[in-house]
């Protein structure tokens, strides 16, 4: 472990260099707004009209500042700044060029409207954003996708790092691994020196496929840190604010007041993102029509998908049931299977046959379709660091030791069996 722990402090240095080198890069390009919005006749207009009144109607705005008019109820003056809520007011001049650092991390859509929620704004800014994502051929390349199951709505810990996922993976021949804290969602990602083979299987896995379109871009560090100082849908803050109590800085300017540390309120939080999660677990299910397999209990028949297989051959007897994660021991002639319940049929005393919409669930048939905005705690997976009972995280305990290659599933699995020896990882 020890290499892991070089490459992460030596990744820490360099990010802590980077946020140096940004301080002055933010400070400049704020203090060029500022000169760019005094020669802007829209921004000047509305800055007037902001602090001595709006006309009424809008045909009775001067037209540079109608573009304004709208927004009116939301515009202030702050150290002769213009300001909307709490972003400046980008003038038409740099708006292209805001839009580059705005979409620096190709987050996709969602991202980039909660990047500049905490940053900039100009009016029609969602259209530039739509626009920019939608002609940027990295962004199509890697829009998220995601499986058609039930979502089991999981728990916000209480506090950053008392439950963190670990998963390996290799990007480009290289092995990584990414630690993923689910109260704040932070994310570091280490490269693994000495690992000869990469042992995690999380292609499909939300952590996995965020660190590795991080590490696909040209600038990984920028990407990162667009990563962290990006509020997450679920939590509304930020993973550096719900780390560090603070937003960092990054190319986008902030106004300064967003720099000074200020815990976001905790119960807040945490209502905000069980209401969510909930509400995003629920519609989804709803819009897949799909619903949970009913548990198994010990002694219940079932049929199971052996390795190679593609059809239910094998007949089994549940010996152990985990229901809460889903997962089952099932002896069969041919050996003991751990098994997830997707992989699993039930056998009803008086008919054998499956019903439609259980072949149909339990066949490849609902697989990936593309995802928008999938929060990361809702697909995330997987360990529990902690003690603490997990009413929470799912795991797939579908290759187990007596069960090592899974290779009848082509899709790739949502979630993601850790190495025996990474199980209680913990973060402290
Ligand atoms: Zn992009």
Known sequence: MKTQNDSRETAIEIFVNLIEQLRSISDVKLERIRDAQFNDAGVQKALVYTKYGWPEKETCVDVPAREY?????????????LLYRDQVVVPEELRTEIMENLHEGHMGIEKCRERARTTVWWPGLTKYILAKVDSCQFCQDHKPTQRKEPLKVTELPLRPWQKVSADLFDHKGKNYLIVTDYYSRYIEIAYLQNITSSQGNGEAESGVKRAKRILDQDDVFIALMAYRATPIVATGSSPSQL??????????????????????????????????????????????????????????????????????SAKGVVEEANPEIRSYRVRTPKGVYQRNRRHLQLIAPDDVRITPTYDKLLSGDLNVTPRKTVPSAVSTPHVKSSTSTPPAPIVDKSMSPTDVSDNTYTRPKRLTKLPTRLKDYEVT
């Not at 008019?69 to 700044?81: D, I, T």
């Not at 999660?277 to 079932?302: F, S, T, W």
């Open 69 to 81: 008019f709208a927004s009116r109820g939301e515009l202030s003056v702050s150290n002769g700044l």
């Open 243 to 312: 780390i560090m109590g603070r937003q960092i800085r990054t190319t986008v300017p902030v106004v300064e007041k967003k720099l000074v540390p200020k815990w976001p309120n905790a119960k807040n939080v945490r209502k905000r993102d069980t209401e969510y999660k909930r509400c995003y677990a629920y519609h989804y299910n709803r819009r897949h029509g799909v619903r949970d397999l009913p548990d198994l209990d010990i002694g219940d028949e079932v049929k199971v998908k052996l390795d190679g297989e593609k059809i239910w």
